[in-house]
T-cell receptor, first 114, second 112 residues
């Protein structure tokens, strides 16, 4: 039981390049989330998917897109990377059917934009 | 929207002492309050949570208390150990989609 798996673990991009961060969970969870973590800023929600087929903006969605590919997978895409998007990105999932269920995090993707 | 604040931003204690980390929230509709521990370079991990129908919850050396009237909740760690050194995040949720608003985190250092 791997929980939440994120790929890649590290990535360096040049400004203007695009890339997709992958996330998959094997806990049969309905809800999935993408956060970014910057020093002194805590965890800020980028996008979330309450259930398969739905996605919604979080606190900091600009410059990102998401796709809920199926119940297991939720990807985050940077269409034209900017240095301000240098961050650690975490994916999380929760059961979702009942409210206030714990979120479980992946190991993160460390992304640097030059 | 919800705003969660943590105080202080850093805390240093002697091994064996107790540590208390406080958080305040702004949305009176919030009813779920988890605490996460994040060691350097690792993922945030849930250590304890409390729902608004409960005033206190304990799990071994860790406890969380909730004051809904004052809109604040606190994490209490007793008999601190060096392995308790980490960043601790509090969060709050109104329940909708289990969406969380996190505080900015507090760095706890336990001196041997």
């Amino acid at each position: 039981n791997a929980g939440v798996t994120q790929t890649p673990k590290f990535q360096v991009l040049k400004t203007g390049q695009s890339m997709t961060l992958q996330c998959a969970q094997d806990m049969n969870h309905n809800s999935m989330y993408w956060y970014r973590q910057d020093p002194g800023m805590g965890l800020r929600l980028i996008y979330y998917s309450a259930s398969e087929g739905t996605t919604d903006k979080g606190e900091v969605p600009n410059g990102y897109n998401v796709s809920r590919l199926n119940k297991r997978e939720f990807s985050l895409r940077l269409e034209s990377a900017a240095p301000s998007q240098t961050s650690v990105y975490f994916c999380a999932s929760s059961e979702g059917l009942r409210s206030n269920q714990p979120q479980h995090f992946g190991d993160g993707t460390r992304l640097s934009i030059l | 929207g919800e705003n969660v604040e943590q105080h202080p931003s850093t805390l240093s204690v002697q091994e064996g002492d107790s540590a208390v980390i406080k958080c305040t929230y702004s949305d009176s509709a919030s009813n779920y309050f988890p605490w996460y521990k994040q060691e350097l370079g690792k993922r945030p991990q849930l250590i304890i949570d409390i729902r608004s129908n409960v005033g206190e919850k304990k799990d071994q050396r860790i406890a969380v208390t909730l004051n809904k009237t004052a809109k604040h909740f606190s994490l209490h760690i007793t008999e601190t150990q060096p392995e308790d050194s980490a960043v601790y995040f509090c969060a709050a949720s109104t329940g909708a989609n289990s969406k969380l608003t996190f505080g900015k985190g507090i760095t706890l250092s336990v001196r041997p």
